[in-house]
């Protein structure tokens, strides 16, 4: 058995909000990989520290696609240990620069009934904005680093489109209406 719906997106795009309301109307569990992924990065010699010492050492850019086979792990585990739950998956645990990584997370997903990408907007600008803006609120973060912009490369990631069935729209709507959509529309 695999998680009855997963949700996919760039940070900001309201997966843990969403995935909250969906396990609430459904009666499922409701995990955030950001939340217990600590020991699937360790059995792979990784961990959130490890992270910061390598942004550090080597710049950020640098250290998030080291850190992308840790991340591809954790996803897989995820998948594995919670069958029937509603699983949100962190905004760069589906986007990959590595196209071994890529696959492996591709491969963890296909027999997942319900991989939800949630975006605020269709047209790519105008989520961006909202985006930018809901992460700034929210954290104080721009996800700009060392020019790179990692909220757009999240936002425009192929692979993440191509890991989802389907794609749900967040900007405009509740999180409980959506949740509602969300659930009675599922496999």
């Known amino acids: 058995m695999k998680p009855w719906m997963v949700l996919i997106g760039p940070a900001g ?23 217990v992924a600590a020991p699937y990065y360790a059995e792979v010699g990784w961990s959130i520290e490890k992270l910061v010492r390598r942004i550090e050492a080597v710049g950020r850019v ?15 585990r995820a ?20 196209p071994g990584c890529r696959a492996a997370v591709r491969a963890a997903l296909r027999d997942c009934p319900d991989v939800v990408l949630l975006l605020p907007a269709a047209d790519p600008a ?3 904005d909202v985006l930018r803006g809901r992460c700034l609120a929210g954290k104080g973060r721009t996800w700009i680093s060392e020019g790179h912009d990692f909220l757009a490369e999240w936002l425009h990631d192929e692979g993440t489109r191509e890991m989802a069935t389907r794609t749900a729209f967040t900007e405009g709507i509740s999180p409980a209406a959506l949740a509602r959509d969300l659930s009675h529309s599922s496999a």
């Open 13 to 35: 795009a309201g997966k843990t909000t969403i995935g909250e309301a969906v396990a609430e109307v459904t009666g499922r569990p409701f995990v955030d990989l950001d939340a």
């Open 62 to 76: 640098a250290a998030e696609r080291e850190w992308e086979p840790a991340r591809a792990h954790a996803v897989s």
């Open 79 to 98: 998948v594995a240990e919670h069958p029937g739950a509603v699983l949100a998956l962190g905004a760069g645990h589906t986007s990959y620069q590595d």
């Open 126 to 128: 105008l989520a961006l």
